[in-house]
C-alpha cells in the first residue's frame, strides 16, 4: 500500500480511463470501499485533475528508477561480451545466470543401459 503524498508514476490504464501513462502523479487518498474497483485518488499536476485508479495502473517512481537501471546494466554488460566476444558472460547474461548453476550441479550423462537398469532396480524395489 502506498502512503499518502507518495510520487507514484502511471504505467497502464486497465479500465480506459484515458489515463495520461508515464506521467507522475502523487497519492492523495485511498478508496477503501469494498464495493469498488478502485484503490487509490492520484491527483496529476500535469493534467490538473484527480483520478481514482487501482493498484495495479501505478508504480513508485523508485520501483521504475530500479528496473530502468537493472535494464541498463544487462545492456551494457552484453553490449561488452559481443565486444569482447565472451562468449561465456554473453550465455550468462542472456540465461539470468543460469548456466552457473546448471554446470555446478555436475550431473553426469547415463548411458542407455545404466538408465534401464535403474528403472528396473527402482520398480523391483
Known amino acids: 500500500m502506498h502512503k499518502l503524498g507518495m510520487r507514484v ?13 508515464g ?6 487518498a485511498y ?4 464495493d469498488n474497483a478502485f484503490d487509490y485518488v492520484i491527483r496529476v499536476p500535469k493534467a490538473n485533475r484527480n483520478f481514482y485508479v487501482p493498484a495495479a495502473d501505478i508504480e513508485l517512481e523508485t520501483v521504475i528508477f530500479q528496473q530502468e537501471a537493472e535494464r541498463v546494466e544487462r545492456e551494457a554488460l552484453i553490449d561488452f561480451a559481443l565486444a569482447t566476444h565472451n562468449a561465456e558472460l554473453f550465455r550468462r547474461v542472456m540465461n539470468g545466470d543460469e548456466a552457473e548453476t546448471e554446470e555446478s550441479n555436475g550431473s ?5 543401459d545404466d538408465f534401464i537398469r535403474q528403472v528396473n532396480l527402482k520398480a523391483w524395489i
Open 9 to 21: 508514476v502511471i504505467v497502464s490504464d486497465l479500465f480506459e480511463q484515458g489515463l495520461p501513462i
Open 23 to 28: 506521467e507522475y502523479g502523487y497519492v492523495i
Open 31 to 34: 478508496d477503501r470501499n469494498a
Open 108 to 112: 553426469e550423462v547415463q548411458s542407455q
